[in-house]
């Protein structure tokens, strides 16, 4: 059922008029998922100031049972940041609640505002000498409060964790417009039931995340990052835990490339270059933030070390330390243009997955074959945070293959896979959530009393489906 006029008059009356956008071209900008893929539509974008102006804004939407689809920055990879396409969910942006509340760099802690944007979080705490650790290729646009409401991943996991283990409180507002201040800069609260937890990566099906107090951390003395090449991925995983071994908790990025997707971003992304000698069958780029300086420099840090006894150990085949900033961004450029460089070739069948890592060999190996026998002709990219046992596995159209008859093999290509990562115990959402794209998925694929559990929270925190309504869970 559409937004009555009723409710709208409400809702502009509350926001005045520079809180509300109804131009269609204004809102379009809002309504594209960020691959295009999909398009939403509303009647109406909410920009509401302040906590209380969405509280005010979720008490009219619960009058009136109008869904109400809360979006950061729109870099979400699953559809769950943009409306559907009925015309009767509220587009709510939290794009102008972006200010720094409070930092205090002898706690290491920040409150800001859930619309602020990644980047700024990190330059916030640089400014006071501090490390914000979250980072993702998207952080120039995506904000903090979609970073919790999916539990972000990102580059480094593997030293400070995902969104959920950098965020110390919460005010959320829930979906009867009451606001739940649970802000606080504890390290150790036990006092009754984790009400913080339930909320990140809970997708905006929960209620809408208004502030958060993200802990900081002392800024690394000597980062080292190098690029490495080998010929299979079992001896991929076996340099990972070396390095886990000899490196320790600095090991803070592990992030693999394939010769597919390192060829795509040298043929597609301008100002990219070869880094090692030769293409090989796969890359990884690796870093280590140590906390104290290096006195020998970086050629001669501990993970230079553990590379050189990486040779020995016949796991690599070429590497290259990067000695410069500029090296250093050369280095990334060629990971985090992964999905980028994809665009050009007519974005692929794309899968978020996760396995232990020691299974990740096994995984790629098989998912190979079930897509080839598919499909002969697929190019296919497993790529990513290796370290953490997730893997971005791309299924790209063949050159020779028209649009619509490759993505007709979409639900084939899916089922495979997901089936696979089933049988292994792994994941088909390792950081990018599950949106609207995979709630069906995730019913097929995950037990009864899972989905049991949290239709029981759905129910009891959002009772008339006004959160994201069918986002992650159906009501
Ligand atoms: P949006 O897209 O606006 O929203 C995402 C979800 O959160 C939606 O369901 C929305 O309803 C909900 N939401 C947003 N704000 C709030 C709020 N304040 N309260 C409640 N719910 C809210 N993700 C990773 O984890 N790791 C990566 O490495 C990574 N790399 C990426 C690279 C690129 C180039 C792109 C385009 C995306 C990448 N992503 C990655 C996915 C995406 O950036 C993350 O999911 C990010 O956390 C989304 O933030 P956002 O502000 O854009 O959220
Ligand atoms: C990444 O790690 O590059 C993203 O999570 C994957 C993507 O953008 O598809
Ligand atoms: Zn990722």
Not at 154 to 163: C, D, E, L, T
Not at 249 to 271: H, M, Q, R, Y
Not at 341 to 367: M, N, W, Y
Request: with cysteine; proline share 4%; charged share 25%.
């Amino acid at each position: 059922m559409t937004i009555s006029e009723t409710a709208l008059t409400e809702i502009k009356d509350l926001l005045g008029p520079k809180g509300y956008i109804t131009d269609p071209a204004a809102k379009a900008l809002f309504m594209a998922e960020w691959r295009g893929r999909s398009v939403g539509s509303s009647p109406l974008v909410a920009l509401p100031r302040s906590t209380e102006e969405v509280s005010a804004l979720v008490k009219i939407c619960a009058k009136h049972k109008i869904g109400i689809v809360p979006q950061g920055g729109n870099t979400g990879l699953v559809e769950g940041g943009i409306p559907d396409d009925s015309n009767s969910q509220l587009l709510l942006s939290l794009s102008k609640m972006d200010k720094l509340v409070e930092i205090d760099p002898l706690d290491y802690s920040m409150t800001i505002e859930s619309g602020m944007p990644l980047y700024k979080a990190q330059e916030h705490a640089r400014d006071h000498n501090r490390l914000f650790p979250l980072s993702l290729a998207s952080e120039g646009t995506c904000t903090v409060g979609g970073n919790i409401a999916t539990n972000a991943g990102g580059i480094h996991v593997m030293k400070y964790g995902n969104m959920r283990d950098l965020v110390l409180g919460l005010e959320v507002v829930l979906a009867n417009g009451e606001i739940w201040n649970g802000l606080q800069s504890l390290r150790k609260d036990n006092a009754g039931l984790d009400l913080r937890n339930i909320f990140v990566g809970s997708e905006g099906a929960l209620g809408i995340v208004t502030r958060a107090t993200v802990k900081l951390f002392p800024r690394p003395r000597a980062v080292e990052t190098i690029f490495v090449g080998f010929e299979d991925l079992d001896k991929g995983l076996r340099l990972l835990s070396k390095l886990r071994e000899e490196c320790g908790t600095s090991l803070t990025a592990f992030e693999i490339i394939p010769k597919a997707g390192l060829e795509l971003v040298l043929k597609n992304i301008p100002d990219t270059r070869q880094v090692l000698d030769n293409i090989y069958q796969w890359h990884a780029v690796i870093e280590c933030w140590h906390d104290t300086s290096l006195n020998d420099g970086i050629e001669s840090g501990p993970l230079a070390q553990a590379i050189a006894d990486g040779f020995e150990a016949d796991l690599i085949v070429d590497a290259a330390v990067a000695t410069s900033d500029s090296q250093k961004q050369d280095f990334w450029k060629l990971r985090e243009n992964l999905s980028e460089a994809q665009r050009e070739e007519g974005t692929g069948i794309k899968h978020d997955i996760s396995v232990s890592c020691a299974k990740l060999p096994k995984f790629v190996a098989e998912a190979e074959k079930r897509v080839l026998a598919i499909h002969p002709g697929t190019r296919i990219l497993p790529y990513g945070h290796a370290g953490d046992g997730n893997l971005h596995y791309d299924v790209i159209r063949p050159l020779d293959m028209d649009k619509d008859s490759f993505f007709a093999l979409k639900q084939q290509m899916n089922d495979a896979i997901h089936d696979l990562i089933a049988d292994m115990g792994g994941s088909i959402a390792a950081e990018h959530g599950i949106g609207a794209l995979k709630a069906d998925e995730m019913e097929r694929l995950k037990p009864a009393i899972d989905i049991s559990l949290m239709r029981t929270l759905k129910h009891s925190l959002d009772p008339h489906n006004i959160m994201n309504p069918n986002r992650v869970i159906k009501a």
